[in-house]
Structures are given as C-alpha cells and as structure tokens.
C-alpha cells in the first residue's frame, strides 16, 4: 500500500509507524554553488529549504528547493500537498487538487507568516493536458509556490544543516547509493536533530521516476516535499509517499529532473531553474548526533 504523507491528519491514518530514531557562508562561490551575495544570508534566511508550507485546503508539507524562472522565484513542494482528497488518492491524473494561484502559506524560519500562491502542479497540469501514462500519472508529483516580490530578499537557497543543492542529478540513483535529505514535519516538534537524515536507494519505480528510499526514521505526515540530495549534493528527488509494500516503511522519491523536464514542456512558468546552495555540501555536519547520520540496513527480503 501506498500513501501520501501530506499533512498531520495522516498521522492516524498511519498508526503504528513510529517517529523513530551550519557552515559559514563561504567567501568566493566555488562550482555549484550561488554567489552569497545573491542571497540573504544562510544563517538567519527566513524563507529556505525545509520550511513548513501550508496550502488552502490541502495539507502541510515540508519545501524542497529554490527555484527562478526570469525574474521570478519559487520554493518547491509535492503537488500533492495541494490534494483535496484521500491520502491514499496517489494518482495524480485522477486525483482531488487545488487550483493555481491557491494561496499557500510559507511558515517562515523566523516564525512569520508568508503569503505564496500555487504558480504550477504537475498534477494540475496533468489533468489539463489528458496525460495517460501511467507512470507520469503515479509519479509526477512536484508543485511551485511563488514567493512574493517583497519577500524574495528573505530568500537563502542552502539547505540546513547538510548546505548544497550543487547542482541537478541527471545520471539516476543506483540502487545501494546514498541520499540525503532535511525533514520538518510538526511531528518532530522543533526537535531539529530529528530533521536532517541519512538514506539508502534500494530499488527504482517508473522507469527511473521514482526511487524507493529507506531511512533510519522514515518520512512522515508533513515531511512530503522533502529534499533529497545524492553524496555530491545534486539534487535528486522530491520525498512524495509513505510506502507499506514491497518495502515496508520506506518512502517514494519522486525524481526531480524528470519532474522539472515534464513542467519545462507542458508547465506556464518559462525556463524553470534550481537555485544551488551559497553553502557547501557537507554529509557529516557538525551539530548533528552520529546516530542520526548513521547509514541504514536494509531489512531482510
């Protein structure tokens, strides 16, 4: 069975599966990675990678990555995050959603309120256009909210704790490889420790759409949208469903360059481009407990 791990509501939905268990902005941009001066600074940014988003009438989720398309900027989540329907609705072709330009909600690092709007949804866009593939209808599962003209200077693209992304991953995810990746579901309840995580590829779906992850602490209700990035830092995928089977409790990483080709074709938002960390990368950031950054096994079968 699969779910969307979309909002706190899910949580009951999901009884049983338990909660288990910062670098100095750099002086010269090095290759991938902005220049600092492009951005507010990583340390005190209200609006980056990792913050809550709250869209009207679907869920919280966790924000992924920065993106700008001209002169205008986006933060990502899961389209699902706009769903109006079931958890267990994970076909996006079918599937209850908002609109664009439904208003979401930023929960800013500072603990200010901003206003965004839905600028695209795959699965918006996929009901538009009739798409009948149907591993594009399971697993094209992205969404840009549009940060607002004057908040756009409150914007660091770094992701915490780990900084990157340096760039976009476009060769795959080999099954063994690791991944990393930044959480904030109200569930951890400001706990940051429990945020960032270490993973593991174990298998691809879709042809290559989607990666079937497994963590130490799995992805759970509102940390949909996460950020996964590979051991250079590229980013690769978008945290989109909890998955009981085959692989119990693991989680289903939407591929992010697949995601961003399909809203380049068939989206209305120009040239979509990642914005990269003024941050380095780093896999084993000071401040984080070993455990928490312990590689994961496998479970047998």
């Known amino acids: 069975m699969t779910v ?14 338990g909660l288990g268990a910062v670098v100095a902005p750099a002086a010269v941009a090095a290759p991938g990675q902005s220049a ?3 951005w507010a600074a990583a340390d005190s940014a209200p609006i980056r990678p990792g913050v ?34 079931d958890a267990t609705e994970t076909d996006g072709c079918d599937s209850g959603t908002g609109g664009i330009g439904t208003p979401v909600t930023i929960r800013a690092a500072d603990g200010s309120d901003r206003t965004g709007r839905l600028a695209y949804s795959s699965w918006v866009t996929m009901q538009e256009n009739g798409e009948s593939d149907p591993d594009v209808c399971a697993y094209n599962d992205f969404a840009l909210v549009e940060i607002a003209a004057e908040d756009v200077a409150d914007v660091n693209p770094s992701i915490p704790f780990f900084g990157g992304p340096t760039g976009i991953d476009r060769d795959g995810v080999a099954p063994g490889e690791l991944v990393y990746s ?28 989607s990666h079937e992850v497994y963590t130490l602490t799995p992805g759970v209700p509102g940390d949909s949208g996460s950020a996964f990035v590979d051991g250079s830092g590229s980013a690769i995928g978008v945290l989109s469903t909890l998955n009981l089977a085959p692989l ?3 989680n289903g990483v939407i591929d992010l360059a697949t995601a961003l080709d399909y809203a380049g074709t068939y989206g209305d938002v120009g040239d979509v481009e990642l914005a990269t960390g003024t941050e380095p990368f780093d896999p084993s950031p000071t ?9 994961p096994t496998l479970p047998a079968g």
Not at 4 to 14: K, Q, T
Not at 68 to 85: K, L, N, V
Not at 185 to 208: C, D, F, Q
């Open 182 to 209: 930044y959480g904030n579901s109200p569930l951890r309840l400001g706990i940051s420790a429990l945020s960032p995580k270490v993973g593991i590829n174990a298998t691809e779906e879709g042809a290559g759409m």
């Open 248 to 250: 119990p409790v693991s």
């Open 4 to 17: 969307r791990a979309r909002g706190i509501a899910l949580a009951v939905a999901l009884g049983g599966i």
């Open 52 to 85: 809550v988003t709250d869209t009207e009438g679907g869920g919280s989720c966790t924000s992924n990555f920065v993106f700008t398309s001209g002169d205008r900027t986006f933060i990502g989540q899961a389209a699902h995050c706009a769903g109006t329907g």
């Open 36 to 38: 600092p001066g492009d």
């Open 287 to 295: 401040g984080v407990p070993a455990e928490t950054l312990a590689v």
